[in-house]
């Protein structure tokens, strides 16, 4: 059974930085693209931050320089490092393979910026 289980989230203000870490199971983690998500209330998903299995990463532009993706393959985990955060950051933020695939969605976690 696939799971993958996002924390990290919580309230900050603009500027203050926070750490998205995403735990798999039930997959072979070390050989799959993974990538970031965030859906912000009534918008559609968008695509965040990707990885490659062997490390290349990749950013959306509102947030290149400011955030960083990041794997450890030994303990199947996913991480999203989240830095000069925006009030535009606001969302839920997801991780799934890349492309994703509808049976790997989480519940997400929730990030709150307030100016």
């Known amino acids: 059974q696939v799971q993958l289980v996002e924390s990290g989230g919580g309230s900050v203000q603009a500027g203050e930085s926070l750490r998205l870490s995403c735990s798999a199971s039930?997959?072979?983690?070390?050989?799959?693209?993974m990538g970031w998500y965030r859906q912000a209330s009534g918008k559609q998903r968008e695509l965040v931050a990707i990885?490659?299995?062997?490390?290349?990463?990749n950013y959306a532009d509102s947030v290149r320089g400011r955030f960083t993706i990041s794997r450890d393959n030994a303990k199947n985990t996913l991480y999203l490092q989240m830095n000069s955060l925006k009030p535009e950051d606001t969302a839920v933020y997801y991780c799934?393979?890349?492309?994703?695939?509808?049976?790997?969605w989480g519940q997400g976690t929730q990030v709150a910026v307030s100016s």
């Open positions: 799934n393979r890349n492309p994703p695939s509808s049976v790997y």
């Open positions: 039930g997959i072979i983690f070390s050989i799959m693209d």
């Open positions: 990885i490659t299995n062997d490390g290349r990463t």
